[in-house]
């Protein structure tokens, strides 16, 4: 099964079916030789099964994965856009993948695309994550806010704190000892209602992240927490300029995210966004944070590999 967006093995797509039984069924056998690797005989297939139905987005979008596959990128482009047009929400991230083949500019990735991806997540995502990718996000940033504290001789206790992108409940675990009040904020309801289990959070909300801070009132928490959140967002500003907002005088962000060597944004092979140290540490600045921490350091594996990353800690002065 190929990767997902997370980084872990997922449904590549999500199955919406056209309504007519003959497209589905040459759908169903496409896909058995796409697994099967004859994908030559698969592309067919797929053509024949949008022709029957030219609204099947699924069909589209397993259509443009086969063309990329056999190097046809301008046949994929064609077939990645025709996935985009015919989902409104565009739940398979069809727009995503236009993006890495250069057709279109960088850009939000659709709430819709990120809802679904970790709805379906959900049931495994610490199993796969954990266990699977090495995943150790809420370590780092614990260490990278311990370490700030230590070094400015402050107590390593939280009135308020709020986790953005709250999953589970993992950085919820590893803060919940530090802070008397936990706030998580995620985009998809069966993550949340994971964390709810956890024990960790007085309050959850169902939100974008950027929506969910700007109900937050000013200077209402003095420690913001993003473990590998920020890689859904092509663009910091927002997020860091609300965080400035709801951050207390002294109040502290802290965020891991992944990193590369070139200039401002990219979105990597995983479909995740990557930043350039350059860009962070401009895009912290202009929020009116103090940058206090930057340190490269992975938080995931893929294939056995480090993923290239950074911790990041900024204060509110």
């Given at each position: 099964m190929p990767l997902g967006a997370i980084g872990s093995p997922m449904p590549a797509r999500l199955f919406m079916s056209s309504g007519d039984m003959?497209?589905?069924?040459?759908?169903?056998?496409?896909r058995d030789l796409q697994v099967q690797g004859n994908l030559v005989a698969a592309e067919d297939l797929f053509v024949q099964a949008t022709e029957l139905a030219p609204g099947f987005a699924t069909a589209w979008f397993t259509l443009?994965?086969?063309?990329?596959?056999?190097?046809?990128?301008?046949?994929?482009i064609i077939a990645f856009g025709h996935a985009r047009?015919?989902?409104?929400?565009d739940r398979n991230g069809a727009g995503l993948r236009l993006m890495r083949l250069g057709a279109v500019k960088l850009a939000m990735m659709p709430p819709t695309y990120v809802t679904a991806l970790f709805d379906q997540y959900a049931p495994k995502f610490e199993t796969a994550l954990v266990e699977t990718l090495g995943y150790r996000?809420?370590?780092v940033?614990?260490?990278?806010?311990?370490?700030?504290c230590a070094a400015s001789e402050r107590a390593m206790q939280f009135r308020c704190a709020i986790d953005l992108g709250c999953g589970t409940g993992l950085a919820g675990a590893a803060f919940a000892a530090s802070t008397a009040e936990m706030i998580g904020i995620d985009l998809s309801p069966r993550m949340i209602e994971r964390a709810r289990t956890s024990g960790h959070y007085a309050e959850l909300e169902v939100a974008e992240i950027v929506d969910g801070l700007r109900r937050r009132s000013d200077a209402s928490a003095d420690l913001i927490l993003a473990a590998d959140v920020l890689i859904y967002l092509h663009?910091?500003?927002?997020?860091?300029?609300?965080a400035a907002r709801v951050l207390a005088p002294g109040g502290l962000l802290a965020f891991t995210a992944e990193s590369h060597d070139g200039d401002g944004v990219i979105l990597g092979a995983g479909l995740r966004y990557a930043y350039s140290d350059s860009y962070v540490r401009t895009s912290v600045a202009a929020s009116g944070l103090t940058l206090n921490r930057f340190d490269h350091i992975s938080t995931r594996n893929e294939g056995h590999v480090p993923v290239p990353g950074m911790v990041v800690v900024a204060i509110k002065d």
């Open positions: 003959n497209a589905d069924r040459r759908f169903d056998y496409a443009g994965e086969v063309r990329e596959a056999l190097g046809d990128l301008p046949g994929a047009d015919t989902d409104a929400g996000g809420p370590a940033l614990f260490k990278a806010v311990l370490a700030v663009d910091l500003a927002p997020v860091l300029a609300e």
